[in-house]
């Protein structure tokens, strides 16, 4: 039995992306048509979600997608639909957005909280079956993620059978990543997404010292930061002289010939196995509640 909410919540998640497939299917008018111009938002993972389906779409060319954060978003840029992602439903930031926009940009909103302001101001799909207890994301993001995937035409049978063998994996599969003092995260494409999500985790849950970059980018500076008792752990495919690169500052590579989102379950599985090592609850991160609610009195 799970000692904690997240640990609940991490284990559902294979399964919650093969129903996300009924989920795009019952919406799929909600999602974006092929050839829409779209903005994704969101907050937190949510914008990282956002990211990697942004990358996805535009690989699959099926329009020309942009992921912002509320108050970064540039919404003048013509868009045919704006799509929010929102765990709880009621962040300010995408609230205002959304009111901001109703009625002059089609809208939909993401969301597992029901009786939430959002649901009033876009199109909603709510997906209470994919809540958290846990203040720490997992399986919303992922679930959310993999109905964007699913509505994307792609297949994630073999994913969730991949997501499931990580979970059945022992422990000793999180490698040196248990006793890191340091990790940095690097992605190609959607799974810069990934591991922009990855390195949130860690900090929130076991307060770690993560950083994330695109996997190009890993040589112009962050490349510093590796020495041994560190990790470089890559999603996606390797760029070229990338493993000799990080061999050659001494930490330990660690790359999964898997798809990004199942390899993300082994940082889940690592933030309660290192926020436990800390003496901290991965449920309670320090100073961050369920959702950000800003009082502009």
Excluded at 215 to 221: D, I, Q
Excluded at 229 to 237: K, Q
Aim: proline residues 6%; contains cysteine.
């Amino acid at each position: 039995m799970s000692d904690t909410h997240i640990e609940a919540e991490i284990a559902t998640q294979p399964q919650n992306w093969r129903d996300a497939r009924e989920v795009a299917l019952e919406h799929r008018s909600l999602l974006p048509a092929p050839g829409e111009h779209v903005a994704v938002v969101g907050c937190g993972t949510s914008y990282y979600m956002a990211q990697a389906f942004a990358a996805l779409r535009e690989a699959a060319g099926l329009g020309v997608t942009d992921a912002w954060t509320p108050t970064e978003a540039r919404l003048d840029r013509g868009y045919d639909r704006v799509v929010t992602i929102t765990r709880s439903g009621t962040t300010t930031e995408v609230a205002e957005l959304l009111a901001a926009i109703s009625g002059r940009i089609p809208a939909t909103v993401i969301t597992s909280s029901p009786g939430t302001p959002v649901l009033e101001l876009a199109a909603p799909i709510l997906t209470p079956e994919i809540d958290e207890e846990s203040v720490v994301q997992t399986r919303f993001a992922t679930a959310t993620l993999a109905m964007l995937r699913w509505h994307l035409g792609e297949d994630l049978t073999e994913v969730a059978a991949a997501g499931q063998a990580v979970l059945d994996a022992p422990e000793s599969s999180l490698g040196a990543a248990v006793t890191a003092d340091q990790l940095t995260f690097v992605g190609r494409g959607w799974t810069t997404g990934i591991a922009q999500e990855a390195g949130l985790k860690l900090r929130e849950s076991a307060q770690l010292w993560t950083e994330a970059y695109p996997m190009m980018e890993y040589r112009h500076g962050p490349v510093s930061i590796s020495a041994p008792g560190r990790v470089v752990w890559a999603f996606g495919e390797l760029v070229p002289d990338f493993a000799p690169d990080v061999a050659a500052t001494g930490a330990e590579l660690m790359h999964a010939p898997i798809d990004a989102m199942a390899d993300l379950l082994r940082v889940h599985r690592l933030c309660v196995v290192r926020a436990r090592a800390a003496g901290l609850d991965p449920d309670q991160p320090r100073n961050l509640t369920r959702s950000i609610i800003l009082d502009h009195a």
